[in-house]
């Protein structure tokens, strides 16, 4: 079987609108910020809106716990929720909140141990910009923003900058967790496995990278988008994908493989897609999900468990999501 096969497999893929009922709503006003799913819930953060929409002095932080039935708002604050991520039973979230003045925001972190049923105020985040957010354990957690790389060790109780090569970006920069490795996703990708003392620069030829997960990563390459594998000598490409998307979850099992992306036209996001590979990338499936065209609304799980929430703030899962 020839790469060239392989990249060209996909144009005969057929994009389907996915199936799931809606199984429940979230508060009116309600709008989310970060999409998390775990093996027996999903977490949702974002804001509550109140008086006039878009007053920013009105919104207040929400974070909904979600096991398929009815949601549970588990926390509840000034601000708005920024992002969120989990790792097994740790869940941290970063709060932001207009500052006195009405300019720019000052950030704080929240923290749960027990999966996201309650959660703590861990202290205040220095940082003048927050966008992105990874949980490595329970007291250790990153956080990525424009000119803004901090670590924080101890529960939050303090951060550290971390120095890394390049500028960041955060709009253009993701951070992902990969065995234990602190990952940059962005041009390329650089990782650390000592807290960001060192890095391992891998440029992946110039990519832009969206998305890892294992030796699997999804990227712009070449004016393409590719899925492929990292490899000694360097990625090895399986898959080409068309035009228009932007990934931000890919989940790989195995030959199980499986992404999301919003799909984008002139830059606005017009829908999620969902595309799925039992076969190790050499044949895809595509679905459409009426869900809101952004990021912040899906997640996926291990084996076919996926969330997300559409228009009209109705949750949707896949079947079997939740574990019971």
């Known amino acids: 079987m020839t790469l060239a096969w392989l990249l060209g497999s996909l144009t005969a893929c057929k994009e389907k609108t996915v199936g799931w009922e809606p199984s429940a709503n ?19 953060g974002g804001y509550l809106q109140g008086g006039e929409v878009g007053a920013v002095e009105d919104q207040r932080a929400e974070i909904l716990r979600w096991d398929g039935g009815t949601p549970v708002s588990t926390y509840s604050g000034p601000g708005w929720i920024v992002t969120l991520d989990v790792a097994g039973e740790s869940a941290w979230a970063i709060a932001a909140e207009l500052r006195p003045e009405g300019v720019d925001s000052s950030y704080r972190a929240l923290r749960s141990i027990d999966g996201g049923r309650s959660w703590n105020e861990a202290g205040p985040v220095p940082a003048s910009s927050v966008t992105d957010l990874r949980v490595v354990g329970p007291m250790e957690a990153w956080v ?34 990969v065995g234990g490795r602190v990952l940059i996703l962005g041009a390329g990708v650089r990782a650390t496995a000592d807290g960001g003392l060192t890095w391992l620069d891998n440029g992946v030829d110039g990519s832009r990278v969206y998305a890892v997960d294992g030796s699997a990563l999804l990227a712009d390459h070449e004016g393409e988008l ?19 998307l932007r990934p931000f979850r890919l989940v790989a099992e195995g030959s199980h493989l499986r992404w999301l992306a919003y799909a984008t036209r002139d830059g606005v996001g017009v829908g999620l897609r969902l595309y799925e590979s039992n076969n190790g990338g050499q044949a895809w499936s ?7 065209a952004k990021a912040e609304a899906a997640d996926l799980g291990k084996g076919s468990a996926a969330v997300f929430l559409d228009p009209r703030r109705r949750l949707f899962a896949a079947p079997g999501t939740f574990a019971r």
């Open 226 to 244: 590719k899925l492929g594998f990292m490899e000694a000598g360097g990625p090895r490409w399986i898959a080409a994908f068309p035009a228009g």
């Open 286 to 292: 595509a679905w459409r999900l009426p869900a809101q």
């Open 144 to 177: 990525l923003g424009g000119d803004t790389l901090l670590r924080t060790v101890d529960g939050g109780a303090s951060w550290v900058q971390v120095h890394a090569s390049g500028t960041r970006d955060g709009v253009e920069e993701r951070l992902a967790v």
């Open 26 to 44: 979230v508060p009116e006003r309600f709008h989310p910020s970060a999409t998390r799913l775990r093996a027996e819930a999903a977490l949702v």
